[in-house]
């Protein structure tokens, strides 16, 4: 996790990289732009000093020049743009003193709320909107990282949600046991207890647990017959038998390992219905009961949609396929056979 925070704020840096400074105006365009605007000025300053120098013609009943008229103009927008700018500069600050190098006054036209001439302002402007999109390329990011911390965080509850119920599951079973076995009960405490072991092990899976069904599979000789089951249909608890090989059931026999089938495909020979009816399965996994690397069982969990189980359900649904060994080993003692098959002291 700390790993995936790190890697993100180096993520925020990129970004800001990226996106808070503006790519500034080519010098072509710059140069296009200052050449346009002259032209326009000069067409402007031709059209109306003719008009303004025929007004004056008139009046003054001599000629009066373009030219003289563009001086007149040009004197008079020099005085007034000098007069602006040292008005202007007294109000930017109470240091700025009036009068000449030799009579400075004391500056009484300080204005605190005067911000100087367009260029400052733009370059304020300039920095706004840099932090604007600094903050902005900021809060994406942050909203990107809040959703994974979220989808992280759900994933978290996700697991100690599942690890609480397994602590829960795991004391009603034993409390269970320890009461069943201390009855001496004579017809089926056995079974009693893998049927409650089955029906605790579907709730402990981290997705959807309606969609779950269970099948507990024992070798009787050459054959691998469900002996438990949860959501499965008699017909297909008394006719789904296996060899060693045959189906996922013996696949998993055969292998000796656990697997998760997660997407199952049409052509795979493992999932033969056998001619018998059963609902559609989506995923499904398989634990061997193994006791002294002899298999004595298979435990088989289906969904009836794709991707059903993950890796922390195989880890956490070990612990039930134990119990269902431990029982089934009780129950051949108590029964007086033999647990590997044959006699006794045989473990063929």
């Known amino acids: 996790m700390e790993n995936e925070l790190k890697q993100q704020d180096e993520g925020v ?33 031709y ?50 003193e009036i009068g000449t190098a030799v009579t400075n006054f004391p500056n009484p036209f300080y204005d605190p709320s005067y911000k100087e001439g367009p260029i400052m302002l733009q370059r304020q402007y300039k920095d706004l909107h840099t932090e604007y999109k600094t903050n902005k390329a900021l809060l994406k990011q942050s909203q990107k990282i809040n ?10 509850y996700s697991k100690v949600r599942v690890l609480l119920r397994h602590n829960e599951n795991s004391n009603r079973l034993l409390k269970s046991l320890n009461y069943l076995y201390s009855q001496s009960e004579e017809n089926g405490y056995i079974k009693r207890l893998l049927r409650a072991t089955l029906n ?17 599979f024992k070798v009787q000789g050459e054959d691998l017959k469900i002996i438990e089951s949860v ?36 052509d795979d020979e493992r ?3 056998q001619g018998v009816a059963a609902t559609p399965i989506g995923s499904i996994m398989g ?14 969990l289906q969904s009836e949609t794709i991707e059903g189980f993950s890796e922390a359900d195989l880890r956490t649904v070990e612990f039930y396929a134990r119990l269902c060994t431990f029982l089934i080993l009780h129950d051949k003692i108590i029964n007086k056979e033999s647990v590997w098959g044959g006699n006794q002291d045989d473990r063929s």
């Open 13 to 45: 840096v990129e970004i800001n990289q990226e996106d808070k400074y503006e790519k500034p105006l080519g010098w072509f365009m710059k140069s296009l732009c200052y050449g346009v605007a002259l032209g326009l000025v000069l067409a402007i300053l």
């Open 271 to 273: 999932f033969d219905d």
């Open 200 to 216: 605790e092990c579907i709730t402990i899976l981290e997705k959807d647990q309606s969609d779950k069904s269970i099948s507990l």
């Open 231 to 266: 959501r499965i249909n008699a017909e297909s608890v008394d006719k789904r038998i296996f060899k060693k090989g045959e189906g996922f059931a013996g696949y998993v026999w055969e292998n000796e390992k656990s697997e998760i089938v997660n997407v199952i495909e049409e």
């Open 47 to 96: 059209g109306f000093s003719g008009i303004f120098a025929d007004i004056l013609t008139n009046i003054f009943k001599h000629e009066v020049s373009r030219m003289k008229v563009i001086t007149g103009l040009s004197i008079i927008f020099f005085i007034f743009k000098l007069t602006i700018n040292l008005g202007n500069h007294w109000r930017s600050a109470p240091q700025n």
């Open 147 to 156: 959703l994974e911390l979220q989808e992280i965080l759900e994933q978290f």
């Open 287 to 300: 634990i061997p009961l193994t006791v002294d690397e002899q298999i004595i069982g298979v435990l088989c």
